[in-house]
């Protein structure tokens, strides 16, 4: 895979819509407080 800023991309292998449905609200709301700062910056350049 190619670099992207450094990293590998790791392709996901699996059913997403399974693991969007069964692992992602098992997840602590605290997993995502990443995202509201980066959707900000983006609505902010754009």
Do not use: R, W
């Amino acid at each position: 895979m190619e670099d992207c800023n450094g990293y590998k991309e790791i392709p996901f292998k699996g059913n997403k819509v399974k693991f969007a449905e069964n692992i992602i609200p098992t997840l602590d709301s605290s997993c995502f407080e990443v995202f509201p700062p980066i959707f900000d910056f983006i609505q902010a350049h754009c």
